[in-house]
């Protein structure tokens, strides 16, 4: 099982990018979604989060701004960020707890990481 996130990128103060992130694999369940961030010389930060049922939480730094969501048919989580400002520059990671199908066992799996850049 993989997950593969993509959507990152150079943006404008006050501009917007969505994020994805598909688990590939031999899946059998997704549970809890998430999406984590670390910014440069900071510690990881779990910025949102997304059940099984679609029950959403969020840092109190992004609420209002960011949206989770995800799609189930494709197995892909989304971040929409939108009035990003520069403090949300970092690298975004995302998370999924996933049952494997071959297996039945439940395990943690991270993407790979996609750079968010908030600059003029």
């Known amino acids: 099982v993989q997950l593969q996130a993509s959507g990152g990128g150079l943006v404008l103060p006050g501009g917007s990018l969505r994020l994805s992130c598909t688990a590939v694999?031999?899946?059998?369940?997704?549970?809890?979604m998430a999406w984590y961030r670390r910014a440069p010389g900071k510690q990881r930060e779990l910025v949102a989060t997304?059940?099984?049922?679609?029950?959403?939480n969020y840092v109190d730094s992004v609420k209002g701004r960011f949206s989770i969501s995800r799609d189930n048919a494709k197995n892909t989580v989304y971040l929409q960020m939108n009035s990003l400002k520069p403090e949300d520059t970092a690298v975004y990671y995302c998370?999924?707890?996933?049952?494997?199908?071959?297996?039945?066992?439940?395990?943690?799996?991270w993407g790979q990481g996609t750079q968010v850049t908030v600059s003029s």
């Open positions: 998370n999924a707890r996933i049952t494997r199908r071959t297996t039945m066992i439940v395990g943690d799996y």
């Open positions: 694999g031999s899946i059998f369940t997704i549970h809890d």
């Open positions: 997304i059940t099984s049922g679609g029950s959403t």
